[in-house]
């Protein structure tokens, strides 16, 4: 990955000066979605990054080890090989960027690749107390220790909520730089779970408090909140983290997660991010989209593209 944001000291003035033009933000984001469409031609290559940048997630309460085993399968052959060849991309290794699961199926996902022969597929942990981040702080940082143990190399934590929206940025400063403490060389996302911040400005707050505690990603929710991955939003965080890396020269990705169920979805989100960042972060170092069932809809739009017509849903049968 990219080389890590080692995190800044809490800057109060700069996170209390925030201020954000919500109108403003909400025109942009209709913009991306009315007038930034990808062109036929070019579908497929922005799909096929799109897919590079999954984080293929299952994160439910009935997870067994074969359900681990099979999103694993999927990860190292996300799409047909026959489309592949299509495209004559057959060559090239394509993967999604990591697996998601709960820490207690860390290991499952950590043995499954390596019999694969795909352990360079990152997997990622979901942590201190995901989603509601309702537990105990030392039971928060032994999660993540002990996921670590498990063979993790990524972790997703999430915020204290109840400091954000009380304004105790310095609480959540404290907790998040423990929490990264605890990852080791584990690369951290941190989750804002947006949809219960209260506001945009809020939002950006946050953002900018995350990554002074050195956080390599943030991320806008856990999916399991009623409003999750938004456009404005989105436009929120990234323009946060162009503020930081003009002032730090720190580099932190971007990860939106939940609701995002279309290629079209994920075209939109890539646009926004070369649009506000540029192409470096076009890539898995920088830029992830955290979804369960996205990676069905890219494979069905990339066989409408080779074939000229859509698949029936028994030719997707591991989508």
């Known amino acids: 990955m990219a080389a890590r944001n080692p995190g800044t000291e809490l800057d109060l003035e700069w996170v209390e000066s925030v201020r954000v033009n919500k109108p403003a933000c909400f025109r942009r984001a209709e913009e991306l ?11 497929i290559a922005w799909l096929l990054k799109a897919m590079t940048c999954i984080d293929l997630t299952t994160l439910s309460g009935d997870d067994t080890e074969t359900n681990v085993e099979r999103l694993c399968f999927k990860a190292k052959q996300p799409i047909r090989t026959d489309l592949l060849e299509a495209v004559g991309m057959q060559d090239r290794g394509l993967t999604v960027g990591a697996i998601c699961v709960y820490p207690a199926r860390v290991a499952d996902a950590v043995k499954t690749l390596k019999r694969l022969g795909a352990s360079h597929i990152p997997v990622a942990s979901v942590a201190t107390g995901f989603p509601a981040g309702q537990t105990h702080f030392k039971t928060r940082v032994e999660e993540i220790k002990m ?3 498990d063979g993790a190399r990524e972790i997703d934590i999430v915020i204290n909520r109840a400091y ?3 304004g105790n940025w310095k609480g959540v400063y404290e907790e998040v730089r423990a929490f990264r403490d605890a990852c080791g060389p584990a690369h951290m996302k941190t989750i804002l779970a947006t949809g219960e911040l209260g506001s945009l400005v809020n939002v950006y707050k946050a953002s900018l408090v995350a990554m002074m505690a050195g956080s390599d990603f943030i991320k806008t929710s856990t999916g399991k909140e009623g409003v999750n991955a938004i456009l404005p939003v989105g436009l929120v965080m990234v323009r946060a983290i162009r503020d930081y890396y003009k002032k730090t020269g720190y580099k932190v990705g971007f990860k939106p997660a939940g609701g995002i169920r279309t290629a079209k979805d994920s075209c939109t989100w890539l646009a926004l991010m070369k649009e506000e960042l540029g192409n470096d972060w076009l890539t898995p170092d920088l830029f992830r989209l955290g979804a369960s069932s996205l990676l069905g809809d890219i494979e069905r739009q990339v066989f409408h593209g080779v074939t000229g017509r859509y698949a029936a849903a028994y030719e997707f049968a591991m989508a």
Not at 33 to 43: A, D, F, L, P, S
């Open 33 to 43: 979605k009315v007038r930034r469409g990808v062109k036929k031609n070019t579908q």
């Open 164 to 166: 954000a929206l009380a």
């Open 147 to 149: 996921a670590v143990e």
